[in-house]
């Protein structure tokens, strides 16, 4: 089972806020703009059945949701952002050598 990290990562302070879930692996599996932190949980699937397809599609041995009130000191998410970095330059690497 993997977690899956949704919190806001932008907007505060605004009318919108940006909400994302990221797995620990690193792979980015949703974002979505909402209007309050309320309905970001909506939105991003921690409080509905939203985006819970492409979850399931990404986790097959399962997943579980984990809302991250404080991000930016949250060692999890640490964690997975690193994975995410590496996905990326990975990937930049392998459009280079095309």
Known sequence: MKKI???INGGNGSDWFNVLALCEDGHCL???VSSSEWWAKIDIGVNSDRQHDQ???HCLDG???VWIDDPAN???LA????KNQELAADAALQEIKK
Request: proline share 0%.
């Open 5 to 7: 990290f949704c919190f």
């Open 30 to 32: 949703a974002q979505h």
């Open 55 to 57: 979850y399931k599609e």
């Open 63 to 65: 997943y579980e949701l």
């Open 74 to 76: 949250s060692a999890e």
């Open 79 to 82: 964690a997975a952002y690193a």
